[in-house]
């Protein structure tokens, strides 16, 4: 992980520029941190998948489905 960034030569709106995306990165990696982590397993456990016949079930049918 890079910790100092080199601005040498560029112009004050590049630095910004940087500047403001670091921000945007930081306020990102903090979100991330709060948001609660789904355990699938746990969560299908609780509401398990009804299926009336013996055919697999892609991803997208798996998370698009309604509990």
């Known amino acids: 992980m890079i910790k100092n960034i080199n601005v040498e030569g ?3 709106e590049q630095i910004k520029e940087i500047q403001a995306m670091v921000e ?3 306020v ?15 969560y299908l ?16 049918d798996i998370y698009e489905r309604n509990p």
């Open 10 to 12: 560029l112009k004050p």
């Open 24 to 26: 945007a990165l930081k």
């Open 28 to 42: 990102k990696n903090q979100t991330k941190k709060n948001d609660p982590e789904i355990d699938m397993i746990e």
């Open 45 to 60: 456990l609780e509401n398990p998948i009804h299926v009336d016949n013996l055919e697999f079930m892609k991803r997208e």
